[in-house]
């Protein structure tokens, strides 16, 4: 695959595999360049049809599933046969050679499988996605879909998750208003320390910290990847990472997931 990917260093199974997408090897022009893979952003569709077959030739032709994404919290199960564009911001799948596959410019990919890499599974980790209603977001949703998939039943024990977070707008850039912080802290008073108060009377989140903590409070304790350091911001490296909030005309990136 092309080098400036991102594959994660995890202990998934030898036949799961995973890889996160940058700006690097596409053939979209300016301001899209140059592999973006959203067919929403004003590009050219046949630009994006090109990037999407680079794509699926260099994940040696597994059919990555693009999904309609609306910041909400729905999963929905893949199969060879799940149409492209469906609407929902998480997928998940226990067949082989069918990619869960989740766009980003700015908001958290989030990839999981379990230690025995039966199932694997994408969500699309906006701040809305991520708080959800009523304190139930995407990551509960896809968990709750796992315990539905797991082989011993719903008591499958969370720990045998494998999480890996791609990158996102960091912490030094998230700039958000009271509502974002008081929806995350009224879900778990832990999130108070995820965010940081500016001069302006705004705040700054900490997107995969909040992420980190969802997940630890579902048992997940295998989380790796995105660590909020600068290396994965996407707003602070133009040249490698589309960014909605620091260009607003954007591309964007996508994480995927599959088994063999």
């Not at 990917?5 to 036949?15: E, S």
């Amino acid at each position: 695959m092309n080098p400036d990917w991102l594959v994660p260093q995890w202990p998934a199974p030898a036949h799961v595999h995973a890889v996160c997408t940058t700006r690097a090897g596409g053939t979209s022009v300016t301001p899209y360049d140059s592999l973006n893979l959203g067919d929403h952003v004003g590009d050219s569709p046949e630009a994006v049809a090109a990037n999407r077959a680079i794509l699926q030739q260099e994940i040696g032709g597994v059919q990555p599933v693009f999904l309609t994404q609306v910041h909400d919290t729905q999963v929905v199960r893949l199969s060879g046969s799940t149409a492209q564009g469906t609407q929902a911001d998480g997928c998940i799948t226990d067949q082989p050679r069918v990619a869960c596959t989740i766009m980003v410019a700015d908001c958290l990919p989030v990839l999981l499988t379990n230690e025995q890499g039966s199932w694997v599974a994408a969500a699309h980790a906006g701040w809305r996605g991520l708080v959800g209603p009523g304190g139930q977001g995407i990551l509960e949703n896809v968990v709750e879909c796992f315990s539905a998939l797991a082989p011993v039943g719903p008591t499958q024990d969370a720990s045998k998750i494998i999480a890996w977070l791609g990158p996102c707008i960091g912490p030094e850039s998230f700039e958000i208003g009271d509502d974002v912080r008081d929806a995350f802290v009224a879900h778990d008073p832990a999130a108070l320390t995820l965010f940081t108060s500016q001069a302006s009377g705004k705040w700054l989140a900490d997107l995969p910290g909040l992420a980190r903590l969802r997940l630890a409070a579902l048992g997940v304790t295998q989380i790796y990847g995105n660590d909020g350091s600068r290396a994965w911001c996407t707003v602070s490296q133009p040249s490698r990472f589309f960014s909605y909030r620091r260009d607003h005309v954007s591309g964007r990136m996508a994480a995927c997931i599959w088994r063999d």
